[in-house]
């Protein structure tokens, strides 16, 4: 059991603008920022987004993200067959005193 | 180019203790940021094992606090993982990585490719 709680899976067609949802706590989203990672098949996670919505340097920018109380998304415009991957969304828990993992989405590009 | 290895066993018998090693090129380790242990067993998501911080500050997760050390060997450019009594809920990739940011340098902006660690008899 995740303390941020994510879709298992989503998809999407080529081209479409999916969301994945990110749910938490007044301990955690609601009171620090979020970072979402992207692990494709048989690979170490990425860095994809920082600080709920900063993108670090080569992510393109079809990728955003945003957080809304104790909840943030992401969101991939322009859907592209490279994109199916999973998708963690992470943030620190005060009550925890660490940082926590949502579960991971798997995103299908169909 | 900020690069990190995983090395250690791949095996580990049922109550001994893990030892993972984490070699920093291309950045000193003392150069300030958060150095990461990360874990995922097989078809699972991604567990945040600790972090530390100048060698001195360290953070670990509260389902592991009691069995986990993570260290730094400066002279190396290196940082340790040791997790004792494990058992085979333990076994996983284990993934180093650099942290950066706010709480425990919760932005992994740089990790390893990953070592998978069995523990089994």
């Known amino acids: 059991q995740s303390v941020l709680t994510q879709p298992p899976s989503a998809s999407g067609t080529p081209g479409q603008r999916v969301t994945i949802s990110c749910s938490g706590s007044?301990?955690?989203?609601?009171?620090?920022?979020v970072n979402w990672y992207q692990q494709l098949p048989g690979t170490a996670p990425k860095f994809l987004i920082y600080s709920n919505n900063q993108r670090p340097s080569g992510v393109p920018d079809r990728f955003s993200g945003s957080k809304s109380g104790t909840s943030a998304s992401l969101a991939i415009s322009g859907l592209q067959s490279e994109d199916e991957a999973d998708y963690y969304c992470?943030?620190?828990?005060?009550?925890?005193?660490?940082?926590?993992f949502g579960g991971g989405t798997k995103l299908t590009v169909l | 180019q900020v690069q990190l290895q995983e090395s250690g066993p791949g095996l580990v018998k049922p109550s001994e203790t893990l030892s993972l090693t984490c070699t920093v090129s291309g950045f000193s380790i003392t150069s300030g940021y958060y150095w990461v242990w990360l874990r995922q067993p097989p078809g699972k998501g991604l567990e945040w094992i600790g972090s530390v911080y100048h060698s001195e500050n360290t953070y670990y997760n509260p389902s592991l606090k009691s069995r986990v050390t993570i260290s730094v060997d400066t002279s190396k450019n290196q940082f340790s993982l040791t997790l004792s009594s494990v058992t085979a809920a333990d076994t996983a990739v284990y993934y180093c990585?650099?942290?950066?940011?706010?709480?425990?340098?919760?932005?992994?902006?740089?990790w390893g490719q990953g070592t998978l660690v069995t523990v089994s008899s």
């Open positions: 990585a650099r942290g950066d940011g706010g709480y425990g340098g919760d932005q992994f902006d740089y």
């Open positions: 992470a943030a620190w828990d005060d009550s925890l005193n660490g940082v926590m």
């Open positions: 007044s301990s955690n989203i609601g009171s620090n920022t």
